[in-house]
């Protein structure tokens, strides 16, 4: 993209609408070759904006998704044991031992990619995506500061990899715990935050054209108004989509009509027993009624 604004319109026509900041800050990671780590609440777009950008350049998307004990193994490399193993034993049948075999069961052709030694293995630069970061361990922080400084990866039994092209790296972090200096350092920031009610308007219509505007007007008015309430889990842009879906579904025109319909498509959007008895009847029909 020769600017942001160009960046932005083509995130746009693959239905996702990013923000000016947003479209800046994943224009500048791109020209300058930075992964882009991007904090904000779970359910405000931030891992589909890797999805958009892969469409955009036309190019694969791997993901990594970070969970607590992540390791090298899981996400960098690991040997296939058990072909070394079969090719131990049938060398050992054939007479042959030492140094031809160790070479040999520790060469490319055992190696197993995991995502990151893909992403830098590829001929053409695809969309690095390292979802929730923050729920790694910060041990894993460490194997990431070669990978995004360097884009190389050093396998001990074969030297050091280097990237055969750059991918385009995204984190995601929805605070879990705080990311430590060495990573951000390299990484382009960016917040993403709940979208305003004009481009929570612009997102609906791209994703579900078929929507009336007064009842789109409505249905992104009472989801922005029931992220004000007490919840436990706030539900995302995903959760508003559905909750268009199941209207259109219904054949709801308006939210108003039917309060006992309403409450049952409260489904889609409130994901917690405790959520779902903090809004009754009467306060998600209060809610409607505002939010015309």
Not at 182 to 195: K, N, Q, S, T
Request: hydrophobic share 45%; net charge negative.
């Amino acid at each position: 993209m020769t600017s942001w604004t160009n960046l932005q319109t083509a995130l746009a026509d693959t239905g996702y609408i990013a923000s000016d900041d947003l479209a800046t800050a994943l224009h500048i990671a791109i020209t300058l070759g930075r992964p882009l780590l991007l904090e904000g609440a779970a359910g405000v777009g931030k891992t589909e904006i890797a999805r958009a950008l892969a469409t955009v350049k036309d190019t694969q998307l791997i993901r990594l998704q970070c969970y607590e004990g992540l390791d090298a193994s899981q996400a960098i490399y690991e040997w296939n044991y058990q072909r070394q193993l079969l090719s131990i034993r049938a060398a050992s049948e054939a007479g042959e031992t030492g140094a031809a075999v160790e070479a040999r069961i520790f060469s490319q052709d055992y190696l197993l990619e995991r995502p990151l030694l893909k992403a830098i293995r590829q001929d053409t630069p695809p969309v690095l995506l390292i979802d929730e970061i923050d729920r790694a361990d910060e041990e894993f922080e460490a194997y990431l500061l070669e990978v995004l400084s360097e884009f190389q990866i050093t396998i001990p039994e074969l030297g050091t990899i280097s990237a055969t092209t750059r991918p385009l790296v995204i984190l995601t972090a929805n605070g879990t715990r705080d990311l430590s200096d060495a990573l951000r350092r390299r990484c382009i920031y960016a917040h993403v935050d709940y979208p305003d009610r004009q481009t929570e308007l612009a997102i609906l219509a791209s994703r579900c054209p078929t929507t009336e505007a007064h009842l789109a007007r409505q249905i992104v008015g009472f989801v922005q108004k029931l992220r004000e309430e007490e919840l436990e889990k706030v539900p995302g842009i995903a959760e508003m989509l559905d909750f268009a879906a199941a209207l259109a579904g219904l054949g709801i025109k308006d939210l108003t009509a039917d309060p006992t319909v309403l409450l049952a498509c409260l489904a889609t959007l409130l994901k917690t027993q405790t959520d779902r008895a903090a809004v009754p009847i009467e306060v998600a029909a209060r809610i409607a009624g505002k939010a015309a």
